[in-house]
């Protein structure tokens, strides 16, 4: 390792080899702005995954749990206990627990949430090599973490995860393991000062430092479309589909489409969505056009070929959609929790009323109809977007991580 340099665990949730979250994608690439640093990086998932084949930089070390075989440890196992069975002897009960966790750990799909945390701790306990620092990642890796995290303990949160206990098989369970995530005495960093100002006032007195997120500028790039003439009467929508959940707001964006399709009847306004949503692309309340599941370059492309980003999410914590879409040139509407970093009312963003249809309808008319308008907030949101850099972000965290190391004080 060169000089000053640190060793730098990160304990995250299950890797998916195709697809991710915005989370792990930035939980990613702060591990490839450490590892181009020289800090030695590893990056340990809670469950056997695959490595992410759609992440190409270099993050550092990727130590997970390798799938195996589920009948070669049943066989294993069957094995061990037929010959421990004539002489029951204690040697062989370690053999036999060994040989149960191997098939337990293999068989996820069979888990409970105790089952899970049993398992977690089972091989987080051996796995988690010795540190400068340990950093959980979400609220699933924080207990992990306080238990067997080796250094200074830390973490990095994404988002307030209590809220979305609703969305979890075991709702009243999530929200106590969540809450307690933000109890256990660890080193925490916020991604937004949304996300600061809940944990503060959830914990207070806790201890809290500002560690934002940013956009990968050789992907998400592009310039604001030149002012729409007064003929121009078509305008594209793109919106992130949210993946099922309620609290990405896609009722409220098809019902402010709608109810905007209804005002301007001169324009024609496509909605295109990428990812999973609430509601079809044929229903009957504002129709829209499926782009699938995106990688990031193709996402990329979607935005050039759109006019006006459109979300409306209840909460966020920095959601790349709204500032990579900035970042690509469009116009964007967007609700204000967790997006006070680059979204400023009526300067680089229509910022707009969470869990309100009519509010969110104002802002995507003011943008269809006010050409002028429209291509403003274009230029101020490009102009701001471009400041929101991995190299600042990676600073940020590198300087948070130094400090924490260090025993200082936020």
Not at 254 to 269: C, D, F, H, S
Not at 309 to 331: I, K, N, R, V
Not at 382 to 398: I, N, Q, V
Request: glycine content about 8%; charged content about 20%.
């Amino acid at each position: 390792m060169a000089a000053n340099s640190l060793r730098v665990n990160i304990v995250v949730p299950p890797l998916h080899r195709e697809k991710f979250t915005g989370g792990i994608l930035c939980i990613l690439e702060h591990a490839h702005q450490l590892h181009k640093r020289g800090h030695q990086v590893t990056i340990i998932p809670t469950r056997p995954c695959d490595a992410p084949a759609w992440f190409k930089k270099e993050f550092g070390t990727l130590l997970h749990w390798a799938p195996q075989s589920t009948g070669g440890a049943l066989g294993r196992l069957i094995g061990t206990v037929a010959g421990w069975l004539p002489r029951r002897d204690e040697a062989g009960k370690a053999d036999i627990r060994r040989d149960f966790m191997t098939l337990l750990r293999n068989l996820p799909q069979l888990w409970t949430p105790e089952i899970e945390q049993a398992v977690q701790h089972h091989e987080l306990r051996h796995l988690i090599p010795p540190a400068d620092i340990t950093i959980a990642t979400q609220y699933s890796t924080a207990l992990p973490v306080y238990l067997f995290g080796t250094g200074k303990l830390g973490y990095f949160m994404q988002h307030y995860e209590v809220i979305f206990a609703n969305d979890t098989p075991d709702p009243a369970l999530t929200h106590k393991v969540a809450a307690m995530s933000y109890r256990l005495g660890l080193e925490m960093m916020a991604n937004s000062p949304w996300l600061y100002d809940q944990v503060d006032k959830a914990v207070p007195g806790a201890s809290l430092r500002l560690s934002p997120n940013a956009l990968d500028h050789n992907i998400f790039n592009g310039a604001p479309k030149p002012l729409a003439g007064p003929d121009d009467r078509k305008v594209t929508l793109i919106s992130y589909g949210g993946r099922h959940v309620a609290w990405k707001g896609f009722k409220e964006m098809a019902e402010a489409t709608a109810i905007v399709r209804r005002r301007l009847p001169q324009y024609q306004i496509d909605w295109h969505v990428y990812g999973g949503a609430a509601l079809p692309p044929d229903n009957p309340i504002a129709p829209y056009k499926d782009l699938g599941f995106l990688q990031p370059l193709a996402l990329a492309e979607a935005y050039r070929q759109a006019d006006i980003l459109l979300s409306a999410s209840w909460y966020e914590s920095f959601p790349l959609f709204p500032a990579e879409a900035m970042a690509c040139g469009l116009a964007t509407v967007t609700t204000q929790p967790g997006t006070e970093q680059y979204a400023i009312p009526n300067q680089t963003a229509e910022v707009v009323e969470a869990q309100c249809p009519e509010s969110v309808a104002a802002g995507l008319e003011r943008l269809i109809a006010d050409h002028a308008h429209r291509q403003r907030i274009a230029q101020s949101g490009w102009e701001m977007a471009r400041t929101l850099t991995w190299e600042a972000a990676g600073d940020a965290m590198e300087a948070n991580i130094r400090s924490i190391v260090a025993g200082q004080a936020p």
